[in-house]
């Protein structure tokens, strides 16, 4: 069963389009608009996490946060707001939020943002890393699947959790086919184009992170899939 998002904006325009993300990430999403809805949607929705906007129609997200946090201590909130003073982002996290992430913000930000707010919270996240909480070597590159680190020649790197569950498959098939249909359907829950363009982005910081390190390489198989070499 997906995880549910409590989704607190009343731009459409914006809305649409980040409710349209979460669902291709394989969330399940209710949209509210005014402030005043959100206790009811939240009463007969019972979401797992709340993004909340700031400026409301009726009521605040302050407001909100404080009567969520009240009602379920151990709610995940996320701020989504355009008040960028740091008096607004403390104010956020005094009122019972999380995590605060400031408009206008990238989808991939906001979906590792809430990833590992979930996990923090205990809870399932879509998609979990093929054979969890290991540590692999692989050429002079070493993963640390439970604290999702990527230790280099360079140094050492801070991976989204898709990130490090994509890199372990491929360090689980080194030197053969990974399919970009197995990698999407195991980490992200479907192979739709939007999961398939969210997987490049993080093949493309994988191999940013790893184009000087000998002996290493990932290629593309063009419509097939990644090899890591090593």
Known sequence: MSLKVLYVEDEPFLSHIVSDGLKS??????????????????????????????????????????ELRATQPDLPIIFLSAKLLPADVVRGFKSGGNDYLKKPFSMEELLVRMEALLQRFGKDTIGEPVENNKVYSFANCKLDTISQ????????????????????????????VLERQEALIKIWGDDNYYNTRSMDVFMTHLRKLLKDEPG?????LRSIGYKLIC
């Open 25 to 66: 990430s394989g969330y399940t999403v209710q949209v509210v608009g005014d402030g005043n809805l959100v206790m009811d949607a939240y009463f007969s929705f019972k979401p797992d996490i709340c993004i909340l906007d700031i400026m409301l129609p009726s009521k605040d997200g302050y407001t909100l946060a404080k």
């Open 149 to 176: 680190k990527l230790s280099t020649s360079l140094g050492e790197h801070s991976l989204s959790f898709k990130e490090c569950a994509l890199l372990e498959m491929m360090i689980l098939r080194k030197n053969d």
């Open 216 to 220: 290493v390489q990932i290629m593309n």
